[in-house]
C-alpha cells in the first residue's frame, strides 16, 4: 500500500466486471453461482479502494445489452443486485461509502429502482469512497437521453444551440458531477469496452487483465494500479518541455 502515492492513485476507476460465466463454466457450476461468487468480488474491490484512497469506483453491473441474456438469468441477476443492496447498504455507510447509480431508471422491474434509490439517499451525507453502480446503463443510450435533454431545451428556448459545450453535455450525462475515470480497467481477457463510458472515457487508460471476475483480489486489483502509476498520461501534450528540431 505505501507504494501508492497521492500522485499515481487514480481519482476514478472504473471496471468492467467481466467472466464471472466462464469462472462457474469452469468448474462444472451454472452461470449464476459465479455471479454470486462475483458480488464477494465487488465487497473486495470496494474495500480496497477505500484503504488505497479512490476517490471513485464505478462497476459495470448490469447494461443495457445485458436484457438480451435469458429471463432466469436477468431475474437472477436483478435479485442479486437487490439482496447486495439490503444486506451491504449497512456495512457500506458505515464504511462512509456513498452511493450513485447511473443508467436508465425506466423499466427497471418492481423493487429494483426503489431499492436503487434508498441506497443513494441514506448514504448521500457520505465523504469516504463514491461507489457508482452501473445499471441497465449503455453509453449509447445515456448520450440519447443527454442529447433528447438538450434537444428539448433548444426547441423550447432556454438554450441556444452555441451554449453547447463539451461541459454542458458532461452535464447531462449520468455521470454529471463524476470525473472522467482515469483507469478503466477489464477482466476476463476480453479488450473491449462493451459500450462503457464511452464519453467518458476520452483520456482513460486501460488495463486488460486475464483473471476473471470472481478471482479479481486486492492483489490483482494493487498489480493493476502498480501499472497504471507507470503510465504516462500526457492529455495531447508533452510530458516534458521538448525541444523542436529546427530543419538542420
Ligand atoms: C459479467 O460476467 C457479469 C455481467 C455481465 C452481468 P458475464 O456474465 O459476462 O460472464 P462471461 O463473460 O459470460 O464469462
Ligand atoms: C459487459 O460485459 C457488461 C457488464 C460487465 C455488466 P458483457 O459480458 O455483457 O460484454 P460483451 O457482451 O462480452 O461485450
Ligand atoms: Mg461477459
Excluded: C
Amino acid at each position: 500500500m505505501s507504494k501508492f502515492t497521492a500522485a499515481n492513485v487514480p481519482e476514478h476507476v472504473a471496471i468492467i466486471m467481466d467472466g464471472n460465466g466462464r469462472w462457474a463454466n469452469s468448474r462444472g457450476l451454472p452461470r449464476t453461482m459465479g455471479h454470486r461468487k462475483g458480488v464477494e468480488a465487488v465487497r473486495e474491490a470496494v474495500r480496497t479502494a477505500g484503504e488505497i484512497g479512490i476517490r471513485y469506483l464505478t462497476l459495470f453491473a448490469f447494461s443495457s445489452e445485458n436484457w438480451r441474456r435469458p429471463e432466469a438469468e436477468v431475474s437472477d441477476l436483478m435479485g442479486l443486485l437487490k439482496a447486495f443492496i439490503r444486506r451491504d447498504l449497512a456495512e457500506l455507510h458505515t464504511q462512509n461509502v456513498r452511493v450513485r447509480v447511473i443508467g436508465d431508471r425506466k423499466n427497471l422491474r418492481g423493487d429494483v429502482l426503489p431499492l436503487l434509490l434508498e441506497a443513494e439517499d441514506t448514504t448521500r451525507g457520505n465523504t469516504g469512497v463514491t461507489l457508482v453502480i452501473a445499471f441497465n446503463y449503455g453509453s449509447r443510450d445515456e448520450m440519447t437521453r443527454a442529447m433528447q435533454s438538450l434537444a428539448l431545451d433548444v426547441a423550447q428556448g432556454r438554450l441556444a444551440p452555441e451554449q453547447i459545450t463539451s461541459e454542458t453535455i458532461s452535464s447531462r450525462m449520468d455521470t454529471a458531477g463524476i470525473p472522467d475515470p482515469d483507469l478503466i480497467l477489464r477482466t476476463s481477457g476480453e479488450e473491449r469496452l462493451s459500450n462503457f463510458l464511452l464519453w467518458q472515457a476520452a483520456y482513460a487508460e486501460l488495463i486488460f487483465v486475464s483473471e476473471l471476475w470472481p478471482d479479481f483480489t486486492r492483489e490483482v486489483f494493487l498489480a493493476a494500479l502498480e501499472k497504471y502509476g507507470r503510465r504516462e498520461r500526457r492529455f495531447g501534450g508533452l510530458s516534458q518541455p521538448q525541444t523542436l528540431a529546427v530543419g538542420s
